[in-house]
Every structure is written in structure tokens, then in C-alpha cells.
């Protein structure tokens, strides 16, 4: 089955560690997006990508940091500089052409606790 | 900028009740609207969506009509189950410039039964 696969579920990390979580998708889909949420708020957009080697910053994107090498690849880094980085993380993807051009399509998430 | 506004939750609702999650946003333009749900520990999932006004979205008997005059997208569902409870968000997406969508707070729904 098709779908989205992010890695680890649930991760710890000490403060000024670095911590990539991993997305991966056979959908074929040519846009990823990484998604920030936070308890009783909104889903934050950290950033995204429209194709392959190339990606934009959402509203929040100070302290992460991606990269765009494989079309099926969408690494998240959280770095040191993200002053408050627990949080829950969403990456997502979609086509943007098409019928389906404005559906995202959502893997299960990955929770990462600063400790 | 582009924003979404939802009702503040729990929505507590026995069985069988009607449920209305307002929701108002603010872009310019045409934007295409969408609603998500999110089970416990899991992803979000399309729930509905409307690409032009007037349009209604529907799915597993909810529905959502795209009001550009209020701009609106509410949705209901006449009779609700005990497993419609989850987080519902309320998003929309630009017809130009940057596609991703932006969401809402997302309102929690706990149905009693």
C-alpha cells in the first residue's frame, strides 16, 4: 500500500543535541511538506518542498533545517537553535497538479520530547 | 495574511446528537477548503473538501458548504457515533502563490453514549 512513513514514532533528545526525523513516501508524490503541532494549536508549517532539490520556508522554520535529495525523501532536522522544539511532527505530501493537487496526504507523526 | 478560525473546543455531544464545527478564514483570492480529522496518536486524515463557492463537501455523512459571502466552511453532521470523537481541523489552500495549506486550532469532539 502507498502511504507516508515517518520515523521515529516517539524520540527524546537532551538539550543542544541535533535530532533528524526521517519521511518517507511511495506515492509518488512531487510536494512534502513538514508540519509543527503543538497542544490545542494548529498545525504550524515549518517547510516545504515543490520538487526535488528544491524547498521554501513555512512560518516557523527558524531552529530546522531539510533537504531534498530523492523525490520519495524529505529529512527534518531539529537543531540546537529551536528554542522549544517539543512538539508533535507532521510531514505530509501531495501532487500539485491534477485532481488531487489539493490533497495532503498525512504519515502518522512523530513526537519528539526535549528532556 | 492567510488564516483559519475555528470554534474553540471539547464539543461534547451524547449519541445521535446534530454537530456544527464553525469555521471562518481569511485569504485573498479563491482558496479551496478542506476539512481533517485526527484520530488519537495519528496523522491527519481528508475528511471533505470544496474547490469554488457554493460548493459542498461531503463524506461518511458529514458536510461542509464553501460560503464565500461569510466566508465560511462549517461543518455538520446530522447523528453523531461515538467514533466520530477525534480532533476535527479546518484548512484552506491559495489558488496561487504558496500551496500549502494552512489550518485552524482544530476543535476536539467527545461523543457520549
Known amino acids: 500500500d502507498g502511504g507516508i512513513t515517518q520515523s521515529p514514532k516517539y524520540l527524546f533528545r537532551k538539550e543542544g543535541q541535533n535530532v533528524t526525523l526521517s519521511c518517507e513516501q511511495n506515492?509518488?508524490?512531487?510536494?512534502m511538506y513538514w508540519y509543527r503541532q503543538d497542544p490545542g494549536q494548529g498545525l504550524r508549517l515549518i517547510y516545504y518542498?515543490?520538487?526535488?532539490?528544491?524547498?521554501q520556508k513555512g512560518d516557523i522554520a527558524e531552529g530546522y533545517s531539510v533537504s531534498r535529495e530523492k523525490k520519495e525523501s524529505f529529512p527534518l532536522t531539529v537543531t540546537s537553535a529551536q528554542k522549544n522544539p517539543t512538539a508533535f511532527y507532521l510531514c505530509?505530501?501531495?501532487?500539485?497538479?491534477?485532481?488531487?493537487?489539493?490533497?495532503?496526504?498525512f504519515g502518522a507523526g512523530s513526537r519528539l520530547t526535549v528532556l | 495574511g492567510d488564516s483559519v478560525t475555528q470554534m474553540e473546543g471539547p464539543v461534547t455531544l451524547s449519541e445521535e446528537a446534530f454537530l456544527t464545527i464553525n469555521c471562518t478564514y481569511t485569504?485573498?483570492?479563491?482558496?479551496?477548503l478542506f476539512w481533517y480529522v485526527q484520530y488519537p496518536g495519528e496523522g491527519l486524515q481528508l475528511l471533505l473538501k470544496?474547490?469554488?463557492?457554493?460548493d459542498k463537501g461531503s463524506n461518511k455523512g458529514f458536510e461542509a458548504t464553501y460560503r464565500k459571502e461569510t466566508t465560511s466552511f462549517h461543518l455538520e453532521k446530522g447523528s453523531v457515533q461515538v467514533s466520530d470523537s477525534a480532533v476535527y481541523f479546518c484548512a484552506l489552500r491559495r489558488d496561487t502563490g504558496r500551496r500549502a495549506l494552512t489550518f485552524g486550532s482544530g476543535t476536539r469532539l467527545q461523543v457520549q453514549p
Open positions: 506515492l509518488n508524490h512531487d510536494a
Open positions: 470544496a474547490t469554488k463557492a457554493d
Open positions: 505530509a505530501s501531495s501532487n500539485p497538479g491534477g485532481s488531487g493537487a489539493n490533497v495532503l496526504t
Open positions: 485569504a485573498t483570492g479563491y482558496p479551496s
Open positions: 518542498s515543490q520538487i526535488v532539490n528544491d524547498f
